[in-house]
Nanobody, 121 residues
Framework: VQLQASGGGLVHPGGSLRLSCAAS????????IGWFRQAPGKEREEVSC????????YYADSVKGRFTISRDNAKNTVYLQMNSLKPEDTANYYC???????????????WGQGTQLTVSS
């Protein structure tokens, strides 16, 4: 069971980027997937989460209205579309999954490696 995040890079303020989280070894459509981020010297923050049953989505207040989480079950991939990016969005972004049957409010136990987003002019 593995998750792999990708798609990070350098973006100007106001720009957009889409991160991908590809799963291997399990059907991602049946699992909750969350996106987290951690900036240097700061605690890890949950950015967004997508439930597995009804695909309910959650967003941190800091990204609400700018970020969108979505799934492509055929590709076994979850995306995080990030628009109107700000310098404070700069961080290492991770995708993660809790145990099968858990929800966005439970412990995340499977983590992908991070992908770095830098928002700077």
């Amino acid at each position: 069971v593995q998750l792999q995040a990708s798609g990070g890079g350098l973006v100007h303020p106001g720009g957009s980027l889409r991160l991908s989280c590809a799963a291997s070894g399990f059907p991602l459509e049946k699992y909750v997937i969350g996106w987290f981020r951690q900036a240097p010297g700061k605690e890890r923050e949950e950015v967004s989460c997508s439930n597995a049953d009804d695909y309910t989505t959650y967003y941190a207040d800091s990204v609400k209205g700018r970020f969108t989480i979505s799934r492509d079950n055929a590709k076994n991939t979850v995306y995080l579309q990030m628009n109107s990016l700000k310098p404070e969005d700069t961080a290492n972004y991770y995708c993660a999954a809790p145990r099968y049957g858990d929800t966005c409010h439970d412990e995340f136990v499977t983590w992908g490696q991070g992908t770095q987003l830098t928002v700077s002019s």
